[in-house]
């Protein structure tokens, strides 16, 4: 019994240890700041032109509507108890938003660093994506957001909870984006002109999350977003690779396949679905030259 006794209370000063380690390692990391090298090549003006590109940005290319809401008053994102409960913010100027008191610099930071006014970063924005996106799409966002209608709605805190932790400290949670950036990168960003190329293909993949969930060759695989299922293999040797471009666009505008199956909606397909012809033709042509990779799972 004594050495039963013992035993056990090894054990839970083990899980104790375990516990005090993870805290301290994820609490040290997310209390991490980051500095930020300043923005000088925006240009955010009222011109009805860069509102309306910032628009289509914001619902079609980029989807901040996916998470923040069509109204962009945020909603919350995840609430998976020990994972923890993350929220998307309130990004108007209504109560409980960010607008009112981020600058375009903060704002700036927040879209192509994922980081936060105070020098934190901000949890799952995708700026691995962003950080891409040129001095003018960044420019015509903010613009647009400046628009918006404020929109009152306040949300907490967010959170990880003891699970997230762990998941956070072993690698298998890419929480914060801001951990994974270039912050000191200057110099003006350019895209390639607006059309059906396969060179803004690549632009718009690269600044659209596709990335982001479908890794970065494209092949697919486990998805980043707790819950979601696996990202499928988008490269030729994928399923997609045997689709015509007429197949392509029908998948995108109505999210069915060829075989008629339905594609989930943690697929953004109704975002994607606002891209104009010509967008989604670069994204074809871009697509059909990625080298082809094999995957366990397409």
Known sequence: ???????????IALVVLLVAVVYGVSESRLRRTYAVAGATHLRVTTEPAQVARGRHLVTAVAKCVDCH?????????????????????????GQGGVLAVYTDAQLEAAIRHGVRP??????????DEYQNLSDDDVSAVIAYLRTLSPVDRRHGTSHLGPLGRALYTAGKLPLVPAERID?????ARSAPPVGATREYGQYL???????GCHGPNLVGGPSPEPGAPPAANIT????????TEAQFFTAIRTGTRPDGSKILEFMPWKSMARH?????RAIWLYLQTVPPVQSAKT
């Open 118 to 127: 105070n020098g934190r970063g901000l949890f799952i924005m995708p700026s």
């Open 69 to 93: 809401e069509q109204d962009m008053g945020g909603k919350t994102f995840i609430d998976a108890g020990p994972l923890g409960t993350i929220y998307a913010s309130n990004v108007t100027a």
């Open 276 to 280: 104009t012809d010509d967008e989604l």
């Open 236 to 243: 030729p040797a994928g399923p997609i690779g045997q689709w």
């Open 1 to 11: 019994m004594k050495l039963i006794k013992r035993t056990l209370l090894g054990l």
């Open 205 to 211: 993949v690269s600044v659209g999350g596709c990335r």
């Open 183 to 187: 912050h000191a990168r200057t110099g």
